[in-house]
């Protein structure tokens, strides 16, 4: 209340790791970071999985949490743990303030770390003693709010040896990651895309800093733009298991990576880069910008490798197109997607996770502006959605109202944090959830194969690890709380409870779209690099 009182808004969450989600997504889409206040022990560890996601993801949160009066300490105080040096594990600045006095340069410390350098989560551990003692204002160590991070620039030299790579290329690439959308960087690379006629390839949350519709995007043959370019320029995107780790085979052995990142440490991880750009994305390739205003050049339209990425880009925008034309049901996913995208607002954000639902969504699901893709990030994180869509949603309302918030879970996904339906609620959040459900995890059964199973013998022994129980109506969770819930088994259901929901502007929706249980993806030319699909 204290809080409130002064002005500061406070969103009550069901469960602090939603809470910690949802505050670092505040981070990510403001730049200045969220606060997740949580209480001791049991309450902070639930916080740690927020704090882990948010340093993953290098978006900037603070974390607030109670603990165990100091002279109770190694007694078995109520929620004694040894919350300070847990944090330090997840994040990039971990203290308790030695007294009342310093309470105010902590605070600017943890939230000037957060935001300065690679952004992460900062803790900040209030002892219980702390909370209820008092002081002269008088006696308070203040001291000024932290202003904006300091951008840098990278060395000239290493920025010129670098355009003159891209001048030599045959194969050239750019992959912009999510710190060139952190970075505010979308008019600058738009510029630099159309100047020199570069084909790019967004990472998941990298979608929408120059549009998914932009003739120059080759998503739709993202293998094919990685395995063969001869040059690849990456903006804020790292080297890590989402790309492949930039080695063979998913990369050619001797492309040459021109790596721009604010990180120093992390230049030349997995491959060593022929130029290593340290700077703000946004201040880099303008830098860039300024050498081809000086030495105009472009990557012609009509070079082999163009028309080698228009020729996969062809097929495979053909192909998942028949596979949305299917008119048998259960729908399969990309008829579900396909019924989808053309009803979505261009401007709305849209929130995705699970399995196949988040990595065909991706595909199908256009962005057209930045910072408006919400996925499981860099830690392949799942119960994400519902504590980001709320983020969203409460930044909308403040900057763009009207601007709708669309979040897809898979129905796995949806289970982690299904609750939070009611925070949304409380709160009046128009979200729209889609809950694409096919019975599973990866897969599922449909209810006469459950039933049948079933029967031969205990569930905990016979049924496949992957299922979940069939048909179940995610929708009454959202119509027990006063929203809107809709079961769906067919297209024209889907469009009529999509434009239903969106013509709602006070409160959340649910759609529960029925899919066909062993529904799954196109043949891909290359398995994701991860062991953890069963």
């Avoid at 006095?101 to 900062?122: F, H, L, Q």
């Avoid at 030495?295 to 996969?312: A, G, R």
């Amino acid at each position: 209340m204290a809080a409130q009182a002064a002005g500061i808004k406070y969103i009550g969450m069901r469960n602090e790791q939603a809470a910690c989600y949802a505050a670092s997504a505040v981070g990510y889409l403001t730049g200045r970071p969220g606060v997740c206040l949580a209480v001791s022990g049991p309450g902070l560890i639930h916080a740690l999985g927020g704090m882990a996601n948010a340093n993953m993801n290098c978006w900037p949160v603070i974390v607030l949490a109670g603990s165990s009066d100091k002279n109770q300490e190694t007694m078995g105080a109520f929620q004694e743990f040894p919350q300070v040096e847990a944090c330090r594990l997840y994040s990039k600045f971990s203290a308790r303030p030695s007294s009342l006095e310093v309470v105010p340069v902590i605070i600017e410390k943890a939230v000037r770390s957060s935001i300065y350098g690679r952004p992460g989560a900062c803790y900040v551990d209030i002892p219980g003693d702390m909370v209820t003692s008092k002081i002269h204002t008088a006696s308070l160590r203040t001291v000024p709010c932290c202003s904006s991070p300091p951008l840098g620039t990278a060395d000239p030299t290493a920025v010129r040896e670098a355009a003159l790579i891209i001048k030599n290329a045959k194969r050239p690439l750019v992959v912009v990651g999510k710190g060139a959308a952190y970075s505010h960087a979308e008019e600058c690379i738009g510029k630099l895309v159309d100047v020199c006629g570069l084909p790019f390839l967004p990472t998941p949350m990298g979608k929408g800093v120059v549009p998914d519709d932009h003739p120059h995007c080759v998503s739709a043959a993202r293998s094919r733009a990685l395995l063969n370019a001869d040059v690849i320029l990456l903006l804020g995107a790292r080297l890590n298991w989402m790309l492949h780790f930039g080695l063979p085979p998913r990369f050619r052995s001797d492309v040459k990576i021109i790596q721009v990142d604010i990180c120093a440490e992390e230049l030349g991880n997995n491959v060593m880069p022929v130029a290593a750009l340290l700077g703000d994305v946004k201040i880099v390739v303008r830098q860039l910008l300024d050498f081809f205003r000086i030495n105009p050049w472009i990557f012609l339209s009509n070079s082999e490798w163009w028309l080698f990425l228009k020729e996969k880009i062809k097929a495979n925008e053909e192909l998942s197109q028949a596979m949305a034309a299917h008119k048998s049901l259960p729908m399969n996913y990309y008829t579900v997607f396909h019924t989808i995208q053309p009803l979505l607002p261009k401007d709305c954000i849209i929130v995705s996770e699970g399995a196949n639902t988040m990595d065909i969504g991706r595909t199908m699901l256009h962005n057209y502006l930045p910072r408006h893709r919400l996925d499981a990030g860099t830690f392949g994180t799942m119960g994400v959605g519902l504590g980001f869509a709320i983020a969203a949603a409460l930044i909308a309302n403040d900057q763009t109202p009207h601007q709708r918030v669309i979040c897809i879970e898979g129905d796995s996904a949806f289970g982690f944090s299904g609750m939070e339906v009611e925070t949304m609620c409380r709160y009046n959040l128009p979200i729209v959830i889609i809950v694409v459900n096919n019975n599973g995890i990866y897969s599922g059964l449909d209810e006469d194969s459950w039933k049948t199973m079933a029967e031969c013998g205990e569930p905990s022994i016979v049924v496949p690890p992957t299922t979940l129980l069939p048909n179940a109506h995610y929708e009454q969770v959202m119509t027990a709380f006063g929203g809107k819930g809709y079961f769906v088994q067919t297209p024209e259901e889907l469009r009529k409870a999509l434009v239903s929901c969106l013509a709602q502007e006070k409160m959340p929706s649910l759609i529960n779209v029925m899919i066909d249980p062993s529904s799954g993806r196109k043949k891909q030319d290359f398995t994701w690099l991860t062991l953890s699909k069963m």
